[in-house]
C-alpha cells in the first residue's frame, strides 16, 4: 500500500458501479482521485465524499467518446496535482442482443466507448507518461471476452480489442509504462440489466446478479493490487469474478 500513498489517479465512469469504487477505494489508501464521466452531478456528490472522509479529489465532466474531453481530464489530473501515475479506463456500455437482431445504433455505441474510449484514454495518457518517464495503464475489460456466449458477440468483440490492444503495447512498452488488463464477471451493479433491451433477457440478468455477482470492492481491491506493485513489477491480467460463475 505505500506504493499508492500520493498517487494520483484517473478514472473514467467514476460515477456509479465498478467506477465508483474504484474512486473510494483508492482514496481511502492515499490516492489522489481524479473523477471522469458524464453525470456531473454524481461525479461532484462522490469528490465531495472522498474530501469529507480526509481524502483529495476532483471531478471532470466528459463523454469518452470524445477525444478532446480525456485530453482536457489528463490535462486537469496534471494542473492540479503536478502529475498523472494511473490512469484507469472503466467506461462502458454493453448493448446485449443477437447479431441478426442487427443493432446497429447499439454496436456504433459500444465502438465508441469501450474500444475508442479506451484508446483515448491511453493517447491521452501516454504523452504526460513518457514525459515523466513512468505511468501506469488500466483497462477494466470483461470475462464476456473469455467465454463467449449468445446475444453478447459484438459486445464481447469490443472487450477482446481492448485485450489485444493491452497485451501489444505491453509488448512494444519499454516498461517505463506498465499496463494491466482486469476483467470483471458478475459484480452487483445495474450494467447488466441497463445492457439489455427485453423485459425476459432483463429478468435473466438480474436473477444473475441476484444469485452470484460479487461487490465492485472486488474489483477495485483488484486494482490496488496492481497499481500498488513496484516500479520493476507489472501485473499483466486479472480475472476477477464470483465463484460460482461458470
Given at each position: 500500500?505505500?506504493?499508492?500513498?500520493?498517487?494520483?489517479?484517473?478514472?473514467?465512469?467514476?460515477?456509479?458501479?465498478?467506477?465508483?469504487?474504484?474512486?473510494?477505494?483508492?482514496?481511502?489508501?492515499?490516492?489522489?482521485?481524479?473523477?471522469?464521466?458524464?453525470?456531473?452531478?454524481?461525479?461532484?456528490?462522490?469528490?465531495?465524499?472522498?474530501?469529507?472522509?480526509?481524502?483529495?479529489?476532483?471531478?471532470?465532466?466528459?463523454?469518452?467518446?470524445?477525444?478532446s474531453d480525456l485530453?482536457?481530464?489528463?490535462?486537469?489530473?496534471?494542473?492540479?496535482?503536478?502529475?498523472?501515475?494511473?490512469?484507469?479506463?472503466?467506461?462502458?456500455?454493453?448493448?446485449?442482443?443477437?447479431?441478426d437482431d442487427l443493432?446497429?445504433?447499439?454496436?456504433?455505441?459500444?465502438?465508441?466507448?469501450?474500444?475508442?474510449?479506451?484508446?483515448?484514454?491511453?493517447?491521452?495518457?501516454?504523452?504526460?507518461?513518457?514525459?515523466?518517464?513512468?505511468?501506469?495503464?488500466?483497462?477494466?475489460?470483461?470475462?464476456?471476452?473469455?467465454?463467449?456466449?449468445?446475444?453478447?458477440?459484438?459486445?464481447?468483440?469490443?472487450?477482446?480489442?481492448?485485450?489485444?490492444?493491452?497485451?501489444?503495447?505491453?509488448?512494444?512498452?519499454?516498461?517505463?509504462?506498465?499496463?494491466?488488463?482486469?476483467?470483471?464477471?458478475?459484480?452487483?451493479?445495474?450494467?447488466?440489466?441497463?445492457?439489455?433491451?427485453?423485459?425476459?433477457?432483463?429478468?435473466?440478468?438480474?436473477?444473475?446478479?441476484?444469485?452470484?455477482?460479487?461487490?465492485?470492492?472486488?474489483?477495485?481491491?483488484?486494482?490496488?493490487?496492481?497499481?500498488?506493485?513496484?516500479?520493476?513489477?507489472?501485473?499483466?491480467?486479472?480475472?476477477?469474478?464470483?465463484?460460482?460463475?461458470?
Amino acid at each position: 500500500m505505500q506504493h499508492i500513498q500520493g498517487k494520483v489517479v484517473a478514472i473514467t465512469g467514476a460515477s456509479e458501479g465498478i467506477g465508483k469504487s474504484i474512486a473510494i477505494q483508492l482514496a481511502k489508501n492515499g490516492a489522489k482521485i481524479v473523477l471522469g464521466a458524464r453525470n456531473a452531478g454524481q461525479l461532484k456528490r462522490i469528490a465531495e465524499d472522498i474530501r469529507n472522509n480526509g481524502g483529495e479529489a476532483i471531478f471532470v465532466k466528459i463523454d469518452v467518446s470524445n477525444k478532446s474531453d480525456l485530453v482536457q481530464f489528463v490535462n486537469a489530473a496534471v494542473d492540479q496535482y503536478g502529475r498523472l501515475d494511473v490512469i484507469v479506463n472503466n467506461a462502458g456500455v454493453a448493448s446485449i442482443s443477437r447479431i441478426d437482431d442487427l443493432d446497429t445504433d447499439g454496436w456504433d455505441a459500444m465502438i465508441d466507448v469501450n474500444v475508442k474510449g479506451v484508446l483515448y484514454g491511453m493517447a491521452a495518457a501516454i504523452p504526460v507518461f513518457r514525459k515523466q518517464q513512468t505511468g501506469h495503464i488500466v483497462n477494466i475489460i470483461s470475462t464476456a471476452g473469455i467465454k463467449i456466449v449468445p446475444t453478447q458477440g459484438v459486445y464481447a468483440g469490443t472487450k477482446n480489442a481492448v485485450r489485444t490492444i493491452s497485451e501489444a503495447f505491453r509488448q512494444e512498452s519499454d516498461g517505463s509504462i506498465r499496463i494491466t488488463g482486469i476483467s470483471p464477471g458478475y459484480i452487483k451493479t445495474d450494467f447488466a440489466t441497463k445492457s439489455v433491451n427485453t423485459d425476459d433477457m432483463r429478468a435473466t440478468a438480474h436473477h444473475a446478479v441476484e444469485q452470484m455477482a460479487i461487490s465492485p470492492d472486488a474489483v477495485a481491491n483488484a486494482v490496488i493490487y496492481a497499481v500498488s506493485q513496484p516500479a520493476d513489477v507489472e501485473i499483466g491480467d486479472i480475472i476477477i469474478r464470483p465463484a460460482k460463475q461458470q
